[in-house]
């Protein structure tokens, strides 16, 4: 289908890139344009996956080296990001990602 033909497929309605949220057994992969978008944005639709259980408020977006992420305009395409949960006023979990091999 041609993008003059079907609007949904339009270039302009291309996202940029995705990144990856890894938190313990769970990945979540998420569209942005990193021009439009901001690390509250990944939240969100984190927060919208988990039905609200966890606001925007408590999460955290963390690069591997443990930087917390600012602007999305310092991603690459495919980035894999750290996403912890507040577990109290001024405590967060720790990064803890699970070993994600199926084949053992």
């Given at each position: ?12 309605n ?31 639709q ?34 894999e ?24």
């Open positions: 289908i041609h993008p003059s033909i079907h609007p949904s497929i339009h270039p302009s291309y996202h940029d890139s995705y990144v990856r949220l890894r938190r313990q057994t769970q990945t979540y992969f998420i569209m942005c344009s990193p021009s439009e978008h901001t690390p509250d944005y990944l939240k969100e984190v927060s919208l996956a988990l039905k609200g259980e966890t606001p925007v408020e408590e999460m955290r977006i963390l690069f591997p080296t443990g930087e917390e992420l600012s602007s999305l305009t310092e991603l690459k395409n495919e980035e990001l750290h996403l912890v949960f507040q577990l109290s006023d001024e405590e967060w979990e720790p990064v803890d990602l699970a070993d994600m091999d199926v084949g053992e």
